[in-house]
Every structure is written in structure tokens, then in C-alpha cells.
């Protein structure tokens, strides 16, 4: 069992930085591949970036690719997404995930390979 809390997500300017922040608590964090989603209004959840346990290993969604940045520190149980030069269509709940599983990309990038969730934090961005 594992236990996801996320936190970070405020309301910034169009161009600025967020640093999203999920910590993990339970099983070995170390073992899991981590991932984050989001969700804006009336849209489905969509798959943003994953991590590898094996690895560190990361993979992104074209959206988002040379903007954000996933990372893990193993030590302190916590995953982040680091968010730059944010948009306003980056405004959305964010999630991040745990699963123990599953090893290619093509499987990490889809929200029904993941066991664990969190509640979500928002961001939001203004024009």
C-alpha cells in the first residue's frame, strides 16, 4: 500500500514556474515508477510524465516536453514536477501515481497501468 499527497499547485502567471510536489509514504517508494497526470474541466485525465524505478529513466507527454521536469529523491519518499513557462492550457488538477508493475513507456503513459493515486493539487494559469 502506498499513500500519495500532493502538493504545490497555486495560481500563477502565464510564463512563471510552479514546482509540484508529491509525497509518498508506505511501501518502498524506491521500487515504484512514478508518474504525473492532470485533469481540467470537462476534459479527460491525461498522462503528463513518468519516471522509471529502475532507472530514473523519464518520459513526457509532447505537451509538455522541454517545459517540465520529473524527478525523485529516494531519500525523502517525494516525487516533483518541476513546471516552467506554464500556459493557461496547463491549468488543471494534477496527479501523481505509483505503480509497481509495468516497465515500458507505452504502459506508463496510461492512467489504467497505475495502482495508487493521490488526491490532486490545482494549478491554475492566467493569462
Known amino acids: 500500500q502506498v499513500q500519495l499527497v500532493e502538493s504545490g499547485g497555486g495560481l500563477v502567471q502565464a510564463g512563471g514556474s510552479l514546482r509540484l510536489s508529491c509525497a509518498a509514504s508506505?511501501?518502498?517508494?524506491?521500487?515504484?515508477?512514478m508518474g504525473w497526470f492532470r485533469q481540467a474541466p470537462g476534459k479527460e485525465r491525461e498522462f503528463v510524465a513518468t519516471?522509471?524505478?529502475?532507472?530514473?529513466?523519464?518520459y513526457y507527454a509532447d505537451s509538455v516536453k522541454g517545459r517540465f521536469t520529473i524527478s525523485r529523491d529516494n531519500a525523502k519518499n517525494t516525487l516533483y514536477l518541476q513546471m516552467n513557462s506554464l500556459k493557461p492550457e496547463d491549468t488543471a488538477l494534477y496527479y501523481c501515481?505509483?505503480?509497481?508493475?509495468?516497465?515500458?513507456?507505452?504502459?506508463?503513459?496510461?492512467?489504467?497501468?497505475?495502482?495508487?493515486w493521490g488526491q490532486g493539487t490545482q494549478v491554475t494559469v492566467s493569462s
Open positions: 519516471i522509471r524505478w529502475v532507472d530514473s529513466s523519464t
Open positions: 501515481a505509483a505503480d509497481g508493475v509495468y516497465y515500458s513507456y507505452a504502459r506508463l503513459s496510461q492512467e489504467s497501468s497505475y495502482t495508487y
Open positions: 508506505g511501501r518502498t517508494f524506491s521500487s515504484y515508477n
